[in-house]
């Protein structure tokens, strides 16, 4: 794997998709040619020596290679590749870990315990919040990052109920190759779902692709096994429990701060039979806005509902930029869904959208025409930011969800507050766009996106006070500061104002319980009060 990107070494973005950013990148930001930064090699890059070394206890499942450091250290975001890409590796792991077992990872957090040593789980380091960030704090002797990439079978699977036992460090693929054979799926495709892992997923609540109904990991999560310095948590595995509140909610989201989630029965469906899909034009993104309104609430949920504004749809080639688009999916395993789409187009038609016929109601229209460029350039993604960064291109994202009353006033104002930063911030004009990605009866999940062009030797900072200044208008225009991305170090500062405060005291009491040395990822959800 890169230590400084996406994915693996071997994979490259070839020089001809290279050259198809470049165009696209320049057109919209108006720059004539880029100067490459290349990306950093290890024989570049000096660390520290390990402030604290492991015990021989666990020299079977512990290195202090640099290499694994250097991987260790940062997570996926933007300003984690700015860092790599300046060579700034001034905060690695001390140690990294490699349990095989609940066992391994038991003596670890006691070790760890006993000699102040911080612990970060770590899945697929695609955390985009700073999650995986060793802690900068003195109180703690050294980081120890535990790489759960050896916890990757599905146990067990029972097919009656539709549901598996899986291992908390088994990434997107092959859990699902692991499924294959049972006719079963979990289809949480996640944008990120090459690189991640169940256990991230659940310690961030994310989402995955369903636009309804089975957004969130929330939804999928059976009972969790979580291993926690003061011992196992298991919860039991029923369909639904009104006993108390939920165990599992209060790992679910946690970010590694309570426990390591070494296992999870999971709920799993049969993989789709029917599909429909279709692509509508909306000339005004409100009026599109409003259509999408009718549909979360008509009790239809769609499998696909991705409203992309005519900027969007114009960078990612799957429009012309004179529309929105609506890409609107069904699917089952049980029935056609025909009359599902009929009625969703209808209902579209009713606020004035034109459905593009070429791509409507085929099997594969999923793959086809605007619905699949945009489906093709939201694959590739991942793997273009890197090389755009090496350019100065910047491109982040932030998501939210608010509710229908507020949310046309709410994207107007937000929209405003991000353009502005990005002119104050960078000296000139950015695109900036914004699609759904998950919509609910009560309102959407907003995403939005700024590319713009940035000072080389500035990246970092600039792409700092762009975080901060757009985290705050978020904030104070009535948005969760994350609907899917989780809160890592990133987003602490608007998280603990959003959450009530009697709720962080309680939980801060529930961490010193599962956590009483405090070493579980320091600085993620809840601090240790100045007292402690
Ligand atoms: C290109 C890109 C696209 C993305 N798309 C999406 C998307 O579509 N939807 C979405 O929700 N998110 C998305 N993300 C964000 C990210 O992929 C998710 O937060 C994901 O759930 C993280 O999983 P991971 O295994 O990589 O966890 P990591 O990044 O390794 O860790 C994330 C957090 O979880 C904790 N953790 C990890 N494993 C465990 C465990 N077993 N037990 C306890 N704590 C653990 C870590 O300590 C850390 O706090 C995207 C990120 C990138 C870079």
Known sequence: MKFYGWGYEDQTVSDQEIREMEAIWAKTLGIDSFDVTPAPTLEEIKIAPPRVMPPLSLAHITTVEKYDRLAHTYGSSIHDYARAFLREFSN?????????????????????????????????????????????????????????RNFDRVIEIDPVSEAARIQGGVFGPHLEEQLKPSGLTMRFFLQSFEFSTLGGWIATRAAGHYATVATQIDDYVQNLR???????????????????PAPDRMFIGSEGSLGVITEAWIRLRKRPQFRAAATVRFADFYVGAEAVRALSQSGLYPANCRLIDANEAAFTGAGDGTASLLVLGFESADQPINESMRRALELCADYGGEVDRKNEASGEAHRTGAAGKWRDTFMRAPYYREHALARG?????????????????FHADFMAAIRKAVEDITGRPGLVTCRFTHIYPDGPAPYFTYHAYGDQARLKEQFWHLKVAISAAMARLGGTITHHHAVGRDHREWYDKERPDLFGRALRAAKGVLDPHWIMNPGAIVDRSPQV
């Open 92 to 148: 690695p792991p001390d140690i990294v870990a490699y349990p095989e077992n609940d066992g391994d990872v038991s003596a670890i957090l006691d070790w760890c315990g006993s000699v102040d040593v911080a612990v970060v789980p770590y899945g697929g380091g695609s955390s985009v919040v700073g999650g995986v960030e060793p802690p900068r704090d003195p109180r703690y002797r050294g980081t120890l990052s535990l790489d759960m």
């Open 226 to 244: 979580v291993v926690t310095p003061a011992g196992i948590c298991e919860s039991r595995r029923f369909p639904a429990s009104g006993a108390g």
């Open 393 to 409: 291109v910047m491109r982040e994202t932030f998501e939210t969800a608010i509710t229908w009353d507020r949310f046309k006033s």
